[in-house]
C-alpha cells in the first residue's frame, strides 16, 4: 500500500513564454498581519513615554496610537504593555519582541536607503589599486567617509601593491581607482600626496658611528636593503652610490626587521617608520642636505572613459582627505621654521 506525501505548495511562473514550477519557501506564504507602521507606533510609545507624547511626536490622535497599538496585540496574541497609571509598561513579552522588531524596522529602513542610492549609482563595486607607501591613515579615512556617506551602498575591492606593480595593475580595464608613483602612457593623473624618504639604520651600525656624513664610499661598503625590484633610492635621483650591495625583500615589516638588526641600512617612507624612529629603533643616517627626498603619488582614474559615481566620489573623498592632510603640514612645518 502506497502512503500518501503531503505535496509542498506549488507555484507557477512564466518566463520567456515558457512555464516553471518553484516550490515556495515559507515566507513566500506565510500571511503576514503586523504592519512596519504598527511596530514604528510601538516603539514611539516606548522611546516617548507614553501614548500621549507619541502621538505628539508622530503628529498623530492619542486614540490612532491607543487603536494601533491595541490592534497589534490583538494580531500577535500577545500583550505588549500593561497600563499603571498614565504610564504604559512594557510586558516581559513585549520587552523581547521590541528588541527583535527594532532589528526588523532598522533593515528595512537600510533596505529603502540602498535602494535609493542604487538609483543614484552608488550601487558599483569600485576597484582601487594603492601603492603601499599612501599613508595608511589618509587611507582609511577616506573609506571610512565614503563608506559613511555612501551608506554602505558601494563596495570597494582595495589591494595595496608594491609601488613599481601600480603601473602595470593600473592598466586593467577592471580597475576604477589607483594611487601611483608613475602615470601610465595615456592616463591622467593629479597629484595627491607627497611620500617623505628617510635613510635609516640601527643606532649601532658603523654607519651611525663614523662621526661624519657618509660618504658614497662608506655607502657602498655596507648593504642596502630594498624592497621590490626597484628601490626607491633610485627612483629619486641615484642618490646612492652607483654600486652598492643591495639586499632585495617584498615586505616592509621584513626590511625593518632587517635594519633593526643591523643588516644594513634603508631608504624607507618617514611616515611608515616614524614609530621605530620614536622608539630608538632606528635613526636617520646624517647625510646632511640629503637627509630626504620627496615622492608625489598620484591619483589615476584606470577608466577615464567610463567612471562610475561610485568611483567620482571615492576620488573626490580622497582628494578632500588629502588635501586637508597637506595643510596641516605646512601649518606645522611653518610653526617648526618659526620656532626656529
Not at 580595464?173 to 591622467?188: F, K, M, T, W
Amino acid at each position: 500500500m502506497t502512503q500518501s506525501r503531503k505535496q509542498e505548495p506549488m507555484h507557477t511562473m512564466r518566463h520567456d513564454g515558457m512555464r516553471a514550477t518553484y516550490r515556495s519557501r515559507p515566507h513566500d506564504i506565510h500571511n503576514l498581519y503586523v504592519s512596519l507602521k504598527q511596530w514604528r507606533i510601538f516603539h514611539a510609545v516606548i522611546d516617548c513615554g507614553g501614548f500621549a507624547e507619541a502621538a505628539k511626536s508622530l503628529h498623530l490622535s492619542q486614540s490612532t496610537i491607543s487603536y494601533t497599538v491595541s490592534k497589534l496585540q490583538e494580531q500577535l496574541g500577545t500583550q505588549l504593555l500593561r497600563i499603571e497609571g498614565r504610564k504604559a509598561i512594557l510586558t516581559p513579552e513585549g520587552r523581547a519582541l521590541l528588541e527583535r522588531s527594532r532589528n526588523v524596522l532598522k533593515e528595512a529602513v537600510e533596505l529603502e536607503t540602498f535602494a535609493k542610492n542604487l538609483g543614484q549609482g552608488w550601487g558599483d563595486e569600485v576597484r582601487l589599486v594603492v601603492d603601499h607607501n599612501f599613508p595608511v591613515h589618509l587611507l582609511t579615512q577616506a573609506l571610512s567617509r565614503f563608506a559613511e556617506i555612501g551608506k554602505g551602498a558601494a563596495h570597494v575591492r582595495l589591494r595595496e601593491v608594491p609601488t613599481l606593480q601600480a603601473e602595470d595593475i593600473v592598466r586593467d580595464p577592471n580597475v576604477d581607482l589607483a594611487i601611483s608613483e608613475r602615470v601610465p602612457l595615456g592616463y591622467l593623473g593629479e597629484p595627491l600626496t607627497e611620500v617623505e624618504y628617510v635613510a635609516v639604520a640601527h643606532p649601532a651600525h658603523p654607519l651611525m658611528q663614523l662621526g661624519r656624513e657618509p660618504s658614497s664610499i662608506d655607502l657602498g661598503r655596507h648593504i642596502q636593503i630594498d624592497m621590490g625590484p626597484v628601490n626607491a633610492t633610485s627612483k629619486a635621483g641615484n642618490r646612492g652610490p652607483k654600486q652598492v650591495r643591495r639586499w632585495t625583500m617584498n615586505s616592509f615589516d621584513t626590511v625593518v626587521a632587517a635594519a633593526c638588526e643591523g643588516l644594513g641600512y634603508a631608504w624607507l617612507p618617514k611616515h611608515r617608520v616614524q614609530k621605530w624612529l620614536d622608539q630608538g629603533q632606528l635613526a636617520c643616517l646624517p647625510l646632511v642636505d640629503k637627509v630626504s627626498h620627496k615622492s608625489m603619488l598620484y591619483l589615476i582614474h584606470g577608466r577615464p572613459w567610463f567612471t562610475t559615481p561610485a568611483a567620482t566620489r571615492l576620488a573626490e573623498v580622497l582628494r578632500s582627505f588629502a588635501a586637508k592632510d597637506g595643510d596641516r603640514r605646512s601649518e606645522a612645518l611653518r610653526g617648526e621654521m618659526g620656532e626656529g
